[in-house]
């Protein structure tokens, strides 16, 4: 039968993730390749020669595929499939829905890295068979997906769930790139976690965060985050400074959208639970207590076939409209 299964793409800044799925979520073949830079043609000609490869390892031909979609860490009009700008890549006004149909010959959709990420989440991993969830990204930023009744929200100009961008300290808080003051991004993203490793060395703190720099010349969020499981005070004490923020903007956020649960995902997730319950008890104290009582937070499941599964998802929403959801 043609037609029957999905392509999902997910485009970063460093990696292509690409893999084939059947409708109901199962992984026929995935592939990974670095993201080639300069023009976007570039990325283009890749994804081409990836899905080549995918269709050739699946013995399928493109006519057995319903479409592809794609996840690109951008802000864009989703309705169009145009991307406004993707900073890490210097791309601007792409029409890339447009370019990948006539590069493809195939239907195609394309949304937020952060929302793929969600779909996927909700269809295959520890979203599954919820259809209200919030979904974050802990990585080198922090990404937002939210779904409401099985979709994702994207607000009028497809901008919603931008919540790495949440003001939360109005008073003090460090600049954030995308040019405002006290964004959740700055203090609780991977990146935030090395910053904050990093100023705790120079301000010659008592921490085994200084043999590291010593060691390696350079911090990571990993290594504050196994200093702090080894029992390092000052690497706990960023932890829980992460903890408090992230915790106090999802309480917020929940007591206004009610998810069934709220899943943490990206690099830094890794570590489970010991980088969840900071979140978790400053949620417990922020959040409404009914919200609170019936919120889970709980880590993603998919690692880094979120963003394609959820791209591919896509496909699936448009090709079996009204079926839509985690169920
Ligand atoms: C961007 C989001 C993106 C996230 C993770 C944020 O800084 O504003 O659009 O999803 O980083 O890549």
Redesign the pocket.
Known sequence: MDNQYYAGIDLGGTSIKMGICSPDGQIICEREQATPQGHYENVLEAFQQMLHQLLAEAELSPKDLAGVGVGV???LDVEQGNVYEIVNLGWKNVPLKAELEKRLGLPSYVD???NTAALGEMWQGAGKCSRHLICI?V??????GLIINGDIYHGALGLAG?I??MTIRPEGGLLC??GKPGCL?TETSATAIAYYGRKAVDEQQETRLTQTLKQQGVITAKDVIDAARSGDVVSVKILHHVGYYLGLALAQMSNVLNPEKIVIGGGVSKAGDFFLEPIRENFIKYALNKVSETTDIVPATLGNKAGWLGAAWLVHRNSRPGQNGGK
Not at 139 to 144: E, F, L, P, S, V
């Open positions: 860490p951008a802000l937020n890295d952060a990204t990585g080198t930023g922090i990404g937002g931008e790495g961008h790139n995308c991004e």
